[in-house]
């Protein structure tokens, strides 16, 4: 009974903090997601494969903290130090799905012929789920306060078991808000959002690499 | 119903007489006074001098707009002047408030910030989401709070649409001053694609500022910084923001600007600037091209100082959503093809009057919002020099 009110309050609590998890995966997940193919089942493919790989980054951080007895306060530089990284690996992931969909927009995405001469398109191509995967991975390794928050109730259980069941849960209470982004499929696809989202990869992933490398220059300059 | 025969040329509309002009300035006249000399204003003698010439200055531009039917070269006359002295104004007075440019933490955290309309499109998602406002500055306050400065712009938004940008932004007119400085465009071939960067600055930052719980464009992105207030640099965090902000500054207000004679800024980078082009949907006024009278010699999409034309939103008589309505196709135009329009009427149908009643509307508000940051400027020069 015990374990049932646990995993319900680790729902419950995934459920709550979802729009959190969204505002802080948002600047990943949307602008990747716009570079997709437009219809239903490449963002289902897509969203499968960001959010699998999101789970198996929540175990593998709750397993590794629980390891190390750390699941509740993180030392400090041992945060920044994961912080710094994931943020520098996810600028490099981000800015090579930024590269990756230079030629994806087929012809059709021109509105007209006239206008497929401004610009050169390639041939559609159709993309793996592994930059999805590593982009998945990354937001769920990246320490946003949601995952704090599971991450200290987690640490109160009594085994390694019962805390990974609690991030698992927690983990579909979240799931919940990510569906919607389904719908982003039913958005036309032509050469103006391609480019925009590419873009805006492109400098999201500026911003993660100038604050990684902050974060790490400080931990080295100020040995925390 | 448009028809494929060619209209022939409207005639390029007479210059006015004095008395006409001066009739028609009389309005603008009094809403500058009404601004600067209402009842209850009780300005020092340097301000009230400053005022005076301020209001002579922009009833005399739109005196010449109405006497030489030219808008494009008076309006930029007064969108300079305010990019030169906003900037003038405004350090003095920070010097005097704060003895520096730096936003010191404390001043962020007591909510002191000065409002700045360039982040109202990524404080929208984080207040509606949270009812949180994330901008360190005070909802209340008279002169720069955020209720204030977004109703006004509001107000202006929906009647002007993005000709906020041509008549109130006192940015723009830094970098469309040093446009005007060559006498000839050294780049002219410009990768059409750049024209996304706004939209793309936009999503980007409106979903950092939502992830980051920040105004992310104010802290790491805006060129203006560099000219206007900045985060204090206590930290190496500090220093790459400061350091960005000025490149971006060189490079998008100075360098390009040289280079293509184009507003870069505003083309290829302002966010503000791509969320102000959603709202030329609601303005009744925009420009059309007439394609009865059109040859397509592309003289105003050369002339356009933010690639609001290309070939095939000529072809359907129409600008692209960027347009800020500065005018400067109107006057190119040797055909007179491209007219002022009021939405609903037909395209070329008494233009003029079109042009009036945009002129009207916009020149009260650079009078309200731009006039009274060159009063300050003008008030500041006449501190140091008298």
Not at chain 2, 52 to 70: E, H, I, P, Y
Not at chain 2, 94 to 108: C, D, K, S, W, Y
Not at chain 2, 309 to 321: C, D, F, M, N, V
Not at chain 2, 357 to 380: D, E, K, R
Request: charged share 10%; hydrophobic share 55%.
């Amino acid at each position: 009974m015990a374990a049932f009110v646990e995993f319900g309050e680790a729902l419950t609590l995934g459920l709550a903090s979802g729009p959190a998890c969204i505002a802080a995966c948002g600047p990943v997940l949307v602008p990747s997601l716009l570079t997709e193919r437009a219809g239903l089942s490449p963002h289902v493919r897509y969203l499968s494969a960001f959010l699998g790989a999101r789970l198996v980054g929540y175990l593998l951080f709750a397993a590794a903290a629980w390891e190390i007895g750390s699941l509740a306060v993180l030392p400090p530089g041992l945060r920044v130090l994961l912080m710094g990284s994931v943020n520098v690996l996810l600028a490099v992931v981000l800015l090579g799905y930024a590269y990756s969909a230079r030629n994806f927009c087929g012809p059709s995405c021109a509105k007209s012929e006239l206008e497929s001469k401004l610009v050169k398109i390639g041939a559609a191509k159709s993309r793996g789920a592994s930059g999805a995967a590593a982009l998945g991975l990354l937001t769920g390794l990246s320490l946003c306060p949601p995952f704090i928050a599971a991450g200290v109730r987690a640490a109160e259980l009594g085994g390694i078991i019962q805390a990974l069941l609690f991030f698992t849960f927690f983990f579909v209470g979240t799931t919940v808000w990510f569906v919607p982004f389904v719908g982003m499929g039913c958005i036309a696809r032509n050469q103006a959002v391609m480019t925009v989202a590419r873009m805006a990869m492109a400098l999201i992933a500026i911003f993660y690499l100038l604050t990684g490398i902050a974060l790490l220059i400080g931990r080295k300059a100020y040995g925390y | 119903m448009a028809t494929n025969a060619c209209r022939p040329l409207l005639a390029r509309p007479a210059p006015r007489g004095v008395g006409r002009s001066v009739l028609l300035t009389l309005p603008i006249l009094l809403w500058a006074l009404l601004m600067f000399f209402h009842p209850g204003a009780n300005p020092a003698q340097l301000e009230r001098i400053a005022a005076a010439l301020t209001v002579c200055l922009m009833s005399a531009l739109f005196f010449m707009m109405m006497k030489t039917g030219n808008t494009y070269r008076w309006r930029r006359c007064f969108f300079v002047l305010l990019g030169v002295l906003f900037p003038i104004g405004f350090i003095h007075n920070l010097i005097v408030a704060r003895g520096t440019m730096g936003i010191p933490i404390e001043e962020m955290i007591a909510g002191r910030t000065p409002f700045c309309f360039l982040v109202i499109p990524t404080i929208i998602l984080p207040a509606a989401l949270t009812k949180t406002l994330v901008f360190p500055g005070s909802i209340l306050s008279s002169t720069h709070g955020i209720a204030s400065m977004v109703a006004l712009w509001l107000a202006c938004t929906l009647v002007l649409g993005k000709g906020w940008c041509a008549y109130a932004c006192f940015f723009g007119g830094i970098e469309e001053g040093v446009a005007t400085i060559p006498a000839r465009a050294r780049i002219r071939k410009i990768d059409l694609r750049w024209r996304y960067g706004p939209w793309a600055v936009l999503l980007a930052m409106v979903l950092l500022s939502l992830a980051l719980f920040e105004p992310a464009y104010c802290m790491w992105l805006c060129p203006f910084k560099a000219v206007t207030e900045f985060v204090a640099a206590r930290n190496a965090v500090g220093v790459v923001q400061n350091v960005i902000f000025i490149l971006l500054f060189v490079g998008l207000v100075i360098v390009l600007p040289l280079l293509t004679k184009k507003r870069t800024q505003c083309s290829f980078f302002c966010p503000f600037g791509a969320f102000q082009s959603l709202f030329n949907k609601t303005s009744v006024f925009d420009v059309r091209i007439d394609p009865t009278r059109c040859k397509t010699c592309v003289i105003c999409q050369n002339a356009c100082p933010t690639m609001s034309l290309s070939k095939e939103s000529i072809a359907r008589g129409e600008t692209l959503s960027t347009c800020m309505k500065c005018g400067a196709c109107v006057d190119a135009c040797p055909r007179q093809a491209a007219v002022w329009h009021i939405k609903g009427t037909e395209v070329a149908f008494k233009p003029e009057r079109a042009r009036l009643m945009f002129l009207y509307a916009a020149w009260a508000l650079a009078v309200m919002f731009g006039g009274s940051i060159i009063a300050q400027g003008i008030a500041t020069i006449l501190h140091f020099v008298i």
